[in-house]
């Protein structure tokens, strides 16, 4: 059995994921997710991943779609390595801060209209919805908010993760995209969002002190978080024990002690993970 995962850093992160934990089910299993990633490039990877490995009806493939307004590119300048080298240019969504000489005034103002940034994703959500379907693949889709929430379900800015309370609808804020509502979500493949199931979690999310010394909360979800995640939704979608598995267990442990130790520093954090944690690690597949 071979399970493949693609989506953003909800689903390929500095500790495991959702993915990472559902993969310990299976003898193959690849996580082609990546931070950052937009929805044009998560659905043209999932063309790249069936171009290298050729996708069939006994394959599982979860795909978690993310906001809508990243912009995503790509280059095979090979001048450069890493993370800003070859691949897919993406740092989330273009009004991030970070993204700010890339996507200046001129720039947004020049190619960003939302109305069109909604219909890229239901396009890019359809066109691999069907592409799936067309392979016979055993296929499912979740996301971090509820795509028909346009983010108004994320988490606020000030600071302490509380949820957005404005309530938008893109069928009735973009009427004229609601063609692709019944064309998208008419099966019974959608799984909750995992943002959305995190966000409302008893657990608490991870909070980290930052080089100014402020407090700050990690949007992502916990360990403890993405295990439930798997367990109460993923695991009886796909008619699979939701026992935890063993060294799920151990992973959950072992983050909770790190996170614990290392007081809030997230570099320390991350990098004890890296260290410790036995059976996982995360890089990143295709080009």
Known sequence: MRLYTLGCSFTNYAWPTWSDILGLEYETYENW????????????????LHALETLTPSDTVIIQWTSHLRHDWHTNDQRHTGQQGVGWKTSGSIFNYINE???DEKWIRT??????????TLNSILLTKQFLESLGVNYYMTSMGYIHKMNSDYPSNDGHGEIVTNDIDIWK?????KIYKDKIFDCNRWLPPVGSFAWTHQDSPYKFVNKQG?????RHPTMQQHSDYVNEIIKPALGLSQNVHPKAQNWIDTVYRIYNTTHGNFDYFVDSINKELDGWGNFYRGF
Do not use: W
């Not at 997710?33 to 790249?48: D, H, K, M, Q, S």
């Not at 804020?173 to 995209?177: D, E, H, M, R, S």
């Open 101 to 103: 000489e890339i996507y």
């Open 173 to 177: 804020q973009i009427p004229t995209l």
């Open 111 to 120: 190619f960003f209209d939302e109305h069109s940034y909604m219909m890229h």
């Open 214 to 218: 402020k407090t700050t909360v990690d």
């Open 33 to 48: 997710g990546y931070p950052g990633l937009g929805n044009r490039a998560i659905a043209e990877r999932v063309c790249n």
